[in-house]
Structures are given as C-alpha cells and as structure tokens.
C-alpha cells in the first residue's frame, strides 16, 4: 500500500509504503504525487517511508520504474527511511532510475534525513 502525507512545506511529501506494492496501488499514488509536483516552487523532495515493505508485485515495480523514469528530472533529493539491508541495496540499485540524489536512513535517523532533505522535522 502506498500512503502519501502532505507536508508542512509546499516542495515535500511523505511517502509511507507498506506490504506488497502493487501496481493499482502505484496508479493510484501517481496523479497524487503529479499533482504535488505540479504545486511545487522547486523541484519535489521526497521522504519515502519504508514500513513491514514487503517488495512489489511485477506489475507495481514496472509501474513505478516506468513513473520514475518519465519523471526522472523532477524530483530533488530522495531520502529513503528503512528497516533493513535488504532496503538499503534496493535503494542504491534505484539510483539509475532517478535524476536526484537518493540516500538510504535507517528509522532511527530520520531527523538526519530531515536535515539532509533540507528541511525541519
């Protein structure tokens, strides 16, 4: 499941993902994250929280890289809020996919990845 909070700041979101991601659930999300992108003064930094993730359906994984690719170019920083090994790898194997820099935070660092993000928690 995808979840996507607005925050307090009009060029960021929160992205919680949880379970399986499929790929209604990634069609879903994406006019949500459109939309934020479209209000956006600069380009959109994400927080993306990884909680219980599971992985993706083939289907969700092919819709969120054909979305990241498209869109390769408008997002600013991702900082990424996981749980395990296994996340922090997949969040550098994302690298390619993105034009932003992307960085991996442990949960227990996430005023650090506030901070990096540029913004207040």
Not at 30 to 37: F, G, N, R
Not at 61 to 78: H, N
């Amino acid at each position: 499941m995808i979840e996507i909070e607005h925050s307090r700041q009009d060029d960021c979101i929160v992205i919680r993902v949880t379970g399986t991601v499929t790929r209604r659930d990634v069609n879903l999300a994406v006019p949500e994250i459109e939309q934020a992108l479209e209000l956006a003064n600069e380009p959109l930094k994400l927080m993306i929280r990884l909680e219980n993730f599971e992985g993706w359906e083939i289907g969700g994984l092919w819709e969120d890289m054909t979305f990241s690719m498209q869109r390769r170019d408008a997002f600013g920083r991702i900082a990424v809020i996981g749980e395990s090994t296994l996340e922090r790898w997949g969040t550098l194997l994302a690298v390619p996919f993105t034009g932003s820099e992307l960085r991996f935070f442990p949960q227990e660092s996430e005023d650090a990845a506030w901070k990096w993000l540029g913004m207040a928690s």
